[in-house]
T-cell receptor, first 111, second 113 residues
Framework: DVKVTQSSRYLVKRTGEKVFLECVQD?????MFWYRQDPGLGLRLIYF???????EKGDIPEGYSVSREKKERFSLILESASTNQTSMYLC??????????FGDGTRLSIL | RKEVEQDPGPFNVPEGATVAFNCTYS??????FFWYRQDCRKEPKLLMS???SGNEDGRFTAQLNRASQYISLLIRDSKLSDSATYLC??????????????FGTGTRLLVSP
C-alpha cells in the first residue's frame, strides 16, 4: 500500500511566522502535490512537482513556496503566515497517470 | 462552464436505499475520471476509476456519458458506513502531460437507520 506521511496532524502558528509542512511518500512516485481544503471551496492545488527540484504553480500559489530536494519528500513553506492561510493542507503523490494518494492532512491554524 | 460541478447535497437516504450522484465536466477530451470518498475530517481516498463507459465494484457503479459530459456514481443497498462526501475528479482542460487533476467540491451523503 502507498504510504503518504505528513509531519503534523495539527499545527498552531502565529502570523508572520515561517511555517514548514513536510510530506514523505514511500512508493517512488514522481508526482507530488500540495492542496488546501476549505469548506465550500473543495480541494485547491497550491503547487505540484513532477521530479526532483522541479515545481509548478497550481491554482493558488501566492504566499507559498515548495521544495523538492529528494524524490520522496515535498515540503510546503508559508513564507510569512497569515490568518487566511488557516486551513486543512493535504499532500498527495502519484505515479504517471495513476490516481493520487493522499496523506492524513495537516490542520493548520494561524493566530 | 466550470471544469467540474457536483450537487453539494446533502442526500439523505435510509439504509438499503439506492442513491445516485451526477458530476458534469467541461473538458470533452477527458479520458479518465475518478470518484474519491472523503470521511469527515479525513483525507480523500480513491473509490473508483472510470476509464471507459463505466465500472462496477460490488454495490458501487460508476457510469460515464461522454455525449452529455457527465459521470455518475450509483450506490445500491446503502449502508450507514457509506455516509461520507463523494468527490468527482477529472483531468484539467489544459493537458499538462502528467497527472494534475481537478477535484469537485463533493456531494455529501447521509445514510440513516
Amino acid at each position: 500500500d502507498v504510504k503518504v506521511t505528513q509531519s503534523s496532524r495539527y499545527l498552531v502558528k502565529r502570523t508572520g511566522e515561517k511555517v514548514f509542512l513536510e510530506c514523505v511518500q514511500d512508493m517512488d512516485h514522481e508526482n507530488m502535490f500540495w492542496y488546501r481544503q476549505d469548506p465550500g471551496l473543495g480541494l485547491r492545488l497550491i503547487y505540484f512537482s513532477y521530479d526532483v527540484k522541479m515545481k509548478e504553480k497550481g491554482d493558488i500559489p501566492e504566499g507559498y513556496s515548495v521544495s523538492r530536494e529528494k524524490k520522496e519528500r515535498f515540503s510546503l513553506i508559508l513564507e510569512s503566515a497569515s490568518t487566511n492561510q488557516t486551513s486543512m493542507y493535504l499532500c498527495a503523490s502519484s505515479l504517471g497517470y495513476q490516481p493520487q494518494h493522499f496523506g492524513d492532512g495537516t490542520r493548520l491554524s494561524i493566530l | 462552464r466550470k471544469e467540474v460541478e457536483q450537487d453539494p447535497g446533502p442526500f439523505n437516504v435510509p439504509e438499503g436505499a439506492t442513491v445516485a450522484f451526477n458530476c458534469t465536466y467541461s473538458n470533452s477530451a477527458s479520458q479518465s475520471f475518478f470518484w474519491y470518498r472523503q470521511d469527515c475530517r479525513k483525507e480523500p481516498k480513491l473509490l473508483m476509476s472510470v476509464y471507459s463507459s463505466g465500472n462496477e465494484d460490488g454495490r458501487f457503479t460508476a457510469q460515464l456519458n461522454r455525449a452529455s459530459q457527465y459521470i455518475s456514481l450509483l450506490i445500491r443497498d446503502s449502508k450507514l458506513s457509506d455516509s461520507a462526501t463523494y468527490l468527482c475528479v477529472v483531468p484539467p482542460k489544459v493537458n499538462t502531460g502528467f497527472q494534475k487533476l481537478v477535484f469537485g467540491t463533493g456531494t455529501r451523503l447521509l445514510v440513516s437507520p
